[in-house]
């Protein structure tokens, strides 16, 4: 019988390429995978962009985790983009093109 040690990790992993989209890759990692191996099974990243100048934020379901982060089974690795603009000035400039104009 296996131990849970050498138990294989059912992971996924999630990246939003542009707004609207989201594409998914179901992985099976060996025990003591981290982020970054599963960034890099995934091909959704390239290892320049993982440890690049800028490199990308990473996440699992939800809460930024360094790249050397150990996953565990059923574990969702979130890789984010950069915002083009800011959550405040996209909110005013939505409001202003609602509004009614008036009579």
């Known amino acids: 019988m296996a131990s849970a040690e050498s138990a294989p990790l059912h992971v996924e992993v999630a990246c939003s390429p542009a707004t609207g989209q989201v594409v998914c890759r179901q992985l099976v990692l060996e025990s003591g995978a981290t982020v970054r191996e599963a960034i890099a099974r995934s091909g959704l990243a390239t290892p320049a962009e993982a440890d690049g100048a800028n490199p990308l ?40 093109s609602q509004r009614t104009p008036k009579r």
């Open 57 to 96: 934020k990473v996440g699992v379901w939800g809460q930024l985790r360094p790249f050397d982060h150990v996953l565990r089974d059923g574990d969702r690795v979130e890789i984010y983009r950069g915002l083009l603009i800011d959550p405040m000035d996209a909110r005013r400039a939505r409001h202003l």
